[in-house]
C-alpha cells in the first residue's frame, strides 16, 4: 500500500495524539515538531505510511527520552482485562465460540488511541459486535485451520490483546500450537512482551517478539528468527490496520482482522470507513 | 488567538483540500507539501492560526499558479443562490425579520470547504436553522444597531455571501448604510469583489476591498482605506472563524458570527465544537 496525501494530516495528528501523552513542555513540543516536518519532507510516497509513522514515534521517543504511551498501554490493558470474564462467557454460551472469539478480536481493534483518543471500550465493543463483517472468510479459515496444526498470531494493540486471548484460547481448545508475536520494543499502542504478561497471555501460549519498533510488519526490519517463523508458519492471523498495510500482498495463508480505521485503507478495499474486515490475502 | 498544535493536523488537512481542488500531479502535489513543511517548521506559535494558514495558500497558489477554490466558490455561491428565494420567504414571513435573517447568516457559515469538504448545504443549513446559538448577543446588536446608522460588515466564505445577503438586505430595509468587505484578492473560500457581483450584493450595498489576502483580518496587512473604514464604523458584523481568531480582541462593537467549526477555537471559547455564536467583543 502506498502512502496518500490523506496520510500527511494523519501523521499530524499521531504527533499531537503522542505529545497529549506524554504532557511535554512547549519547547519539547517544538522540537519534536521540527523534527516530524523534516521526516514528512522526506516521506516516500512508495512506501506504506507505516514507515513514516514508524520514524516519526522513533523520532518523538528519542526526543522526550521516553514511550509516551507506557502508561495508556497500561490502562487500557487493565480496562479490558475487567471486561474479560463478561466476554469468556459470551465466548463460552456461543453455537460457534471459534466464530464469536474471532468477531471479538475484531471488535477489540477499536482500541486504538493512535486514531481514536477517547474512548468507551465497552461501547464500542458493543457496536462492533452487532456490526456486519465487510469481508468475511471466516468459513476458508476455518477450513484452512483444519488442515493446520500451528498458527502464527500478529498482535496489535494493547487492550485490543486481552480480545486476542479470547480467540487464541480457543485455538488452543481446538489443539493448535499457538505463536502470539509480540513488537521488539515499543512503538505507539502496539504490544510488547510486558502487555503479554499483563494480560496473561504468556501463560496461554509462547510470546515470541519479531525483533522490531516499526508500525505493522515491515519484515526486512524484523529479526532473521521471525522472518523464519513468517515464512514457516501455515495459517497467520494478522490483527490491525497496520499489519495490513505492510503485509497486504506478503503472502498467502494469511488472515487480516481489523477495522479500517482511516479513509485510506477503506479507499484502498473499496469499503467504508469503520468496516470491520475478516480478510484473506 | 495563539496558535496550538491541534492546529498542525488542520494546517495539513487544508492542503490536502487544495490540492484535491486542482486535481495537479504528484510532482506539483510533493512540491506542495514540501514548501508547507517548511512553513510550518516556522510557525509563530504566538500568533493566530490565520498567519499560517495565510501563508501556506499563499505557497499553494504560487506553485500551482492559479486559485485552486475558483471554480468551487463560484458552484456554492450557485447552490446558495438556489436557495435564496426559500430563505428570503423564511426572512418576510417571520414575526422578527432581523433574527431570523442573522440566524440565517451564523447558519450559512456552515459552507467551508476550507473544513468540510463534501457537504449538502441544505440539510446542514436546515439543522443549523434548529440548533441553539452557544452565546447570544442579540439583544445588545439590536440595541446597538438602534443608535448605528453605518454598518461594516465583514464577509466570509462564497455561498455564505447570500446567507449575509439576508441580513444586509434587512439592515438597509431599516435605513442602515452598510459596507459589505471582500478580500483584496484570492485565499481559500473566502469572497472577493467577483463573489460579490455573481450573488448581487453589489446591487443591495456598497462592496470595499480589505486590500488584503489573509485568513481573516490580519489588521497590518490590510489597506490604510480599509483600516480607516474599521476605526471609524460605529458597528461591525465579523463574519467566520478566521475573522474571529485574528480579530478576538482588536476593538469594541463588533459582533462576530459564526460557528465555531474546530476544536481550539472551541476550546479557547469554553464551548463544544460545532456550536453558533452571535458574540460581542
Not at 521540527?34 to 507505516?50: H, T
Request: charged share 25%.
Amino acid at each position: 500500500m502506498r502512502t496518500s496525501v490523506d496520510c500527511f494530516p494523519c501523521f499530524m495528528k499521531q504527533t499531537v495524539i503522542a505529545l497529549r501523552q506524554c504532557g511535554c513542555d512547549e519547547i519539547i513540543q517544538q522540537k519534536v515538531f521540527r523534527e516530524v516536518l523534516a521526516i514528512m519532507q522526506d516521506v516516500d510516497m512508495n512506501k506504506p505510511p507505516a514507515y513514516t509513522t514508524t520514524f516519526i514515534h522513533r523520532a518523538i521517543r528519542e526526543i522526550i527520552a521516553g514511550d509516551p504511551f507506557k502508561d495508556i498501554k497500561q490502562k487500557y490493558n487493565a480496562i479490558a482485562l475487567s471486561l474479560y470474564p463478561r466476554l469468556r462467557a459470551l465466548v463460552t454460551a456461543s453455537p460457534d465460540p471459534l466464530w464469536t472469539a474471532a468477531r471479538l478480536a475484531i471488535a477489540g481493534n477499536i482500541i486504538d488511541f493512535g486514531i481514536f483518543t477517547d474512548i468507551d471500550i465497552q461501547k464500542s465493543v458493543d457496536q462492533s459486535l452487532e456490526a456486519e463483517i465487510a469481508a468475511d472468510d471466516f468459513i476458508s479459515f476455518k477450513n484452512d485451520l483444519a488442515s493446520s496444526d500451528q498458527v502464527l498470531y500478529l498482535l496489535d494493540n494493547a487492550g485490543e490483546i486481552v480480545f486476542d486471548r479470547l480467540l487464541i484460547e480457543e485455538l488452543k481448545k481446538a489443539g493448535k500450537q499457538v505463536k502470539a508475536v509480540v513488537k521488539g520494543s515499543a512503538v505507539l499502542n502496539d504490544v510488547t512482551r510486558e502487555d503479554a504478561v499483563q494480560t496473561g497471555l504468556d501463560a496461554i501460549c509462547e510470546i515470541i517478539s519479531n525483533g522490531s519498533d516499526a508500525i505493522g510488519t515491515i519484515l526486512p526490519w524484523t529479526s532473521l528468527a521471525f522472518q523464519e517463523e513468517f515464512k514457516k508458519a501455515p495459517l497467520i492471523i494478522s490483527k490491525g490496520q497496520g499489519n495490513f498495510e505492510t503485509l497486504l500482498r506478503s503472502r498467502k495463508g494469511t488472515y487480516f482482522l481489523f477495522q479500517s480505521k482511516c479513509d485510506v485503507v477503506s479507499r484502498e478495499l473499496g469499503l467504508m470507513p469503520c468496516s470491520m474486515l475478516f480478510r484473506k490475502s
